[in-house]
């Protein structure tokens, strides 16, 4: 690929321009940021598609295809090579805890999945997204291309990453969300036009980078999107509390994007503060008793019968019955062996009501988070 011409000196590389948008090739760029920096990349680098001959529809008005100069490339060695390079600088400002995600299409995804494992990334999952509403094939000399495919993957296998599962259940009905995305293609208000002309040949659904920075960044993280475009990665990035790098060469996107930018309405942190259940501290049911919370002695009843009692012993075990043991094994032998959450199904007294040892639980958990 020719060079852009523009140069970006990052003159203290401590500093991370954070929340721009920087004019230029994506190589010498990412050449200036500092190592191991950002939290996430979102890349959606050129597809290498282009057509062989022009499409129409059967009324014969012509198909808006890609043809832009960026997404053309004189062999796949040629393309190859652009992307190895890419990755390789990507890898090399991502932190040791970063992710990658990349999309592409049959041209590309298997070369792109390829040169990511030669590269040392580990690939986390393949995710398809299945478009609502794709473009038919016109010629109807094969099946209609109805979806693209995203690789997640680490920089560092066996590194501790960002996975936001409880948040990715409750987007999806508190069922857990799979590795199939149903979501329509850009059309409508949100594809950015002028003059009636589309803007970006390949501009992505905001719904689809919402998906990708909510299940894998925090808010404060640092998203780097190599190739900007009209710059949707930043849009939910602002939205979501998170901050944006771009990187794009064509003055017109540029300018797109910043003003699209601009208008985005960041959401209140309260809204952004999501706790992941599972990565609250652990808390023990002996906790309660060492905290003070629950005594030696004091006694609980089953939620699913008041008249069956059982007696807290001093080293965190129950005694109902006649048996001892954890408050998970004594709920579940009187449950018949059914699955069973003590922490649900014992109660103990509080101001004349019965709440569930839960409470306390939560309760201690808060009070450690607020101690770190």
């Known amino acids: 690929m020719p060079g852009s011409g523009y140069v970006i000196i990052i003159l203290n590389l401590m500093e991370l321009p954070l929340d721009q948008v920087l004019p230029g090739d994506c190589l010498e760029i990412l050449a200036q940021l500092p190592e191991a920096s950002v939290d996430l990349v979102f890349a959606d680098p050129p597809y290498n598609l282009q057509l062989s001959q022009e499409l129409y529809r059967p009324n014969r008005s012509k198909v808006g295809a890609v043809e832009d ?30 992710t990658l995600w990349v999309i592409g299409t049959y041209h590309n995804i298997y070369r792109l999945g390829a040169i990511l494992q030669d590269l040392g990334f580990w690939i986390l999952n393949d995710v398809v997204w299945i478009k609502n509403n794709p473009m038919p094939n016109f010629r109807g000399v094969r099946f209609t291309n109805a979806h693209e495919t995203l690789l997640w993957a680490q920089k560092i296998k066996g590194a501790k990453y960002t996975f936001n599962h409880r948040s990715m259940k409750a987007l999806n009905d508190d069922l857990q969300m799979r590795s199939d995305w149903h979501l329509p293609l850009c059309t409508g208000q949100e594809r950015i036009k002028v003059n009636g002309q589309k803007v970006h040949s390949t501009q992505k659904p905001e719904a689809l980078l919402y998906r990708i920075l909510l299940a894998s960044t925090n808010p404060g993280d640092v998203v780097l999107d190599p190739f900007f475009g009209s710059g949707t990665t930043g849009a939910v990035a602002k939205k979501l509390g998170r901050h944006f790098i771009g990187i794009e060469r064509d003055p017109v996107y540029i300018k797109v994007a910043e003003e699209r930018i601009a208008a985005v309405q960041g959401a209140p942190e309260a809204a952004l503060t999501l706790i992941e259940p599972r990565r609250r501290p652990r808390v023990p049911f002996g906790a309660l008793l060492e905290a003070g919370l629950l005594q030696p002695g004091q006694v609980l009843t089953f939620a699913r019968d ?10 965190g075990h129950l005694r109902c019955n006649g048996t001892s043991g954890s408050i998970h094994a004594i709920a579940k032998q009187l449950s018949h062996n059914a699955p069973a959450n003590g922490w649900d199904l014992w109660l103990y007294e509080e101001n004349g009501y019965a709440e569930p040892i839960n409470t306390l639980r939560q309760k201690l958990q808060t009070q450690t988070e607020k101690q770190k």
Do not use: I, M
């Open 306 to 315: 008041s008249s069956v009692r059982a007696v807290v012993l001093a080293n």
């Open 69 to 98: 100069a960026w997404d053309k490339f004189q062999s796949f060695s040629e393309y190859d090579d652009f992307t190895r390079g890419w990755l390789r600088a990507a890898k090399r400002v991502l932190k040791d805890t970063g």
